[in-house]
Structures are given as C-alpha cells and as structure tokens.
C-alpha cells in the first residue's frame, strides 16, 4: 500500500461554547493554546476532529503511513469538518455540525458540553478562488453549509454567484454571510427522494458558462453524478469545477475520506 502524506499534527482543544444555529445544526467553538500556529487554509478547507471515547483525558493517535491508529492497532474516531472561522488572543477555531440523528459526530454533538476535550488536526486543502472569474455557481447540503458561508465571504464583490443548497427540513435554513451578487436558492428534500436528488437536479437545470466555476459538495453519490454532468456530458474543463463527496448515505459509520 502507498504511504500518504502524514497529515499536520492533532492539537487538543476544549469546547468552549456550543450556539444551536437552527434545530438541525450547531456550531461549537473549539479553544486552547495548542490552535496557535493553526494554519485557518483557504475558504471551505476541512480538519479532522478526534473525537475520545473519554472527553476529560485525549489519547493521541499516531500516524501509521496510511492513517492514524492508537499503539494497540485500533482506529480511532476521526470525523472531518470545516474550519468556519480561526481567531486569535485567545485561540478560536468555530466547526458546524449538521444534527442528522444517525452518528457518533451527530451524537456527540447532542452530548457535549464546554470544557469537553477533542483534538483537530488541519487544516486540509480547501478552493483557491480565481480573483479574475466573475460567475461562480456553488452548490451544496447541509453539510456544506459552513463551506458555502466561508466562500461567499472569500468570493469577489464583483461576481455574479448562484448559490443552490438542499436541505432537509424548511427550519434547516441558515442566514448566510451577505455578497452582493448572489443568488440563493434553498431546495427541500421531498420524502421519497434520496439525499442528494435535488443537488443534481439544481446543477443539471443550473445555467452554466464555459467561464463559469461551480463548487459542489454534498452527499458521495450525489457528488459522482454531479461530476459525470458537468465532465462527461456538459464537457466542462475539469479545472473549473471542485465536486466534493461530503458523506455517504445510508453506510453507517463510513467516513469519505479526503
Ligand atoms: C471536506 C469535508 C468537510 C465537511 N464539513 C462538514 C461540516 O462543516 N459540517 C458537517 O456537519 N459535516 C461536514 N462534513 C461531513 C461530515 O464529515 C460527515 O457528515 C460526518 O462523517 C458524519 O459523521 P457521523 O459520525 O455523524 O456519521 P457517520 O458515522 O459518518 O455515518 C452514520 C450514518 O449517518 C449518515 N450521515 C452522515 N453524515 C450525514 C449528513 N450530513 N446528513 C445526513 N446523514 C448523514 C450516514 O449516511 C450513515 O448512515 C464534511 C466532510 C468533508 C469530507
């Protein structure tokens, strides 16, 4: 098996504070020393979040060539997140997790309380924006959320921006940072429909110039027909479309890598 790139160290924080965003989603700041010299990465980066089985007491991980495991072989519980915002004096790093009710992050983040103690480890690649392109086309779920706001405050005033999120409850819907030139269109999930439909159904009805860059990040299977739309059928220049698969539905415990 081919090693891979030892990812930045894990840095143990505590939880700080814990905000409910709206009934589905809850942004929890993270604070300690150890996020000095975090590198805050371009907009709509990713960390890793170590979750321990004991929230008083982290036991580090080391990294193993291919992935992080505990000295005893067995891997730890590592989910991965969007780095929304990094401040300094004191250090804090805010994450916002969507509360899908079917895992152990969603389930931790029911449970937690501040003082808790977790480990991050970031931050992973994120989108550099082309300051020169002037129609961009973001589309996303929940889970995207937090990447969608840190782009849209990254993104040139000047552009024109087509913003589609699905969500699966209409109070799933968050103020999203304000750009002048967006466009927001909020999609809900009818029963029936599998995550993801109406996700491929805003990219493949979405107007999209040869200059124009789309972003997309939601559900895997979702994230692999969007790439096949936008590659193989609209003939799209692989480098002017990011399509990230953010999760995958209906594989408990399964984590997309990244
Ligand atoms: C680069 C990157 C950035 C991400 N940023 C964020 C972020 O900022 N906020 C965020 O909430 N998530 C984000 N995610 C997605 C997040 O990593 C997954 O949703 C996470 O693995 C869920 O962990 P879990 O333990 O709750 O569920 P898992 O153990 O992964 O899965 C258990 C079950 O829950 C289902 N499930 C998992 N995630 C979701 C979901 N979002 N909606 C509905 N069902 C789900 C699965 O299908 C499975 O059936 C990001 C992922 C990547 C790769």
């Not at 992080?68 to 004096?89: E, K, V, Y």
């Not at 999120?165 to 109070?171: G, K, L, N």
Request: overall charge neutral; hydrophobic content about 45%.
């Amino acid at each position: 098996m081919r090693a891979r790139r030892e990812p930045p160290p894990f840095r143990i924080v505590e939880v700080a504070r814990i905000e409910p965003r709206n009934p589905h989603m809850v942004r929890i700041t993270l604070a300690g020393p150890m996020l000095q010299g975090l590198d805050p990465g371009l907009p709509a980066a990713s960390v890793r979040v170590l979750l321990p089985g004991d929230p008083t007491e982290v036991v580090l991980p080391t990294w193993a060539g291919n992935e992080f495991l505990f000295a005893d072989g067995s891997r730890p519980t590592i989910r991965t997140l969007t780095p929304l915002s990094f401040r300094s004096g004191p250090f804090e790093l805010d994450i916002e997790v969507v509360r899908h009710g079917n895992g152990i992050l969603s389930a931790w983040v029911d449970t937690a309380k501040a003082g808790d103690r977790v480990a991050v480890s970031g931050t992973g690649r994120g989108y550099k924006i082309d300051p020169a392109v002037r129609s961009f086309l973001l589309a996303g779920d929940e889970s995207a959320l937090p990447a969608i706001s840190m782009l849209l405050r990254a993104l040139p005033p000047e552009a024109e921006v087509e913003v589609a999120i699905e969500i699966r409850h209409p109070d799933a819907r968050l103020e999203l940072p304000a750009h002048p030139g967006a466009t927001i269109q909020w999609c809900q999930l009818e029963a029936g429909s599998t995550p993801g439909d109406f996700l491929f159904a805003a990219v493949t009805s979405a107007q999209i110039a040869p200059d124009t860059r789309v972003w997309a990040a939601g559900e895997a299977a979702a994230a692999q027909r969007i790439r096949r739309h936008l590659f193989d059928e609209r003939g799209l220049s692989r480098s002017h479309a990011v399509v990230r698969g953010y999760w995958k539905y209906g594989r408990g415990g399964v984590r997309v890598d990244v």
